[in-house]
């Protein structure tokens, strides 16, 4: 069974431009979420999808905003880029509805730079 | 507000011996915990879990013992082999589903030969 894909890996984009990152889960998986890696900070939570709908959203502003298809693949866009957002965005996949129990797989993540 | 917090920002080890990497949680609604292992150009990869109605569980080399009262959790590694050498993150969340999956800021262990 393949794993978890992101495309594209890396990105270089300019301040103010936007940028959309995807994500196609493991197959029959249902829920996507994606996180924030930068350096010092862990990881931080982004939002997660299930069924087409976001079930949760992390403290991110709206510049972050993402959606996911009836296939399960999810995307993620950020308007307006601004140089601290320059990190390792991380999409997981599992099976349900995100419960903490249900293991996430990772995907390899989208290096995204802002000069 | 931290929620998850590994105070240790590295750790180095010889082969063989043991790997002691510790997590602290503020929440108490927290009844589920998790270890991932990253590599360098890799997603994190599950390690271990355990649930709060247990105080330890076992696979292997990887032990995650949780102490609820001192709101601590670690992972014991034995014996350490330099393939271990990773990052390693804590996580916790809520079983009822409502809480996300709240990481830690990582542990980098290096296991040397």
């Known amino acids: 069974k393949a794993g978890v894909t992101q495309t594209p890996r890396y990105l270089i984009k300019t301040r103010g431009q936007q940028v959309t990152l995807s994500c196609s889960p493991i197959s029959g998986h249902r829920s996507v979420s994606w996180y924030q890696q930068t350096p010092g900070q862990g990881l931080q939570f982004l939002f997660e999808y299930f069924s087409e709908t976001q079930r949760n959203k992390g403290n991110f502003p709206g510049r972050f905003s993402g959606r996911q298809f009836s296939n399960s693949r999810s995307e993620m866009n950020v308007s307006t880029l601004e140089l601290g957002d320059s990190a390792l965005y991380l999409c997981?996949?599992?099976?349900?509805?995100?419960?903490?129990?249900?293991?996430?797989?990772f995907g390899p993540g989208t290096r995204l730079t802002v000069l | 507000d931290q929620q998850v917090k590994q105070n240790s920002p590295s750790l180095s080890v010889q082969e063989g011996r043991i790997s002691i990497l510790n997590c602290d949680y503020t929440?108490?609604?927290?009844?589920?915990f998790l270890w991932y292992k990253k590599y360098p150009a890799e997603g994190p990869t599950f390690l271990i879990s355990i649930s709060s109605i247990k105080d330890k569980n076992e696979d292997g080399r990887f032990t995650v013992f949780l102490n609820k009262s001192a709101k601590h959790l670690s992972l014991h590694i034995v014996p350490s082999q330099p393939g271990d050498s990773a990052v390693y993150f804590c996580?916790?969340?809520?079983?009822?589903?409502?809480?996300?999956?709240?990481f830690g800021k990582g542990t980098k262990l290096t296991v040397n030969p």
């Open positions: 929440n108490s609604m927290f009844d589920y």
């Open positions: 997981a996949s599992s099976l349900l509805a995100g419960l903490p129990s249900d293991t996430q797989y």
């Open positions: 996580a916790a969340g809520g079983q009822g589903g409502s809480e996300k999956l709240v």
